[in-house]
């Protein structure tokens, strides 16, 4: 697999595991599960546009 897809995979899977913890963070009003979601969420966004760039480049 290509490192253009690898960081776009990876990065989807974070924004979900991100997500997940933003809806825990609320059930149960810990905040800092809820900012670990953000961040997580962020990161997963990033290395996704990452990956979209790399792809775009032709590697």
Do not use: F, L
Not at 2 to 7: A, E, F, G, L, P
Not at 17 to 25: N, T
């Amino acid at each position: 697999m290509r490192t253009s897809t690898k960081d776009r995979v990876s990065g989807i899977a974070k924004q979900a595991s991100g997500k997940a913890k933003i809806a825990a963070g609320r059930a149960t009003g810990n905040t800092r599960v809820r900012a670990r979601g953000h961040a997580e969420r962020i990161a997963g966004k990033v290395q996704k546009k990452m990956g979209d760039r790399e792809r775009a480049r032709g590697r």
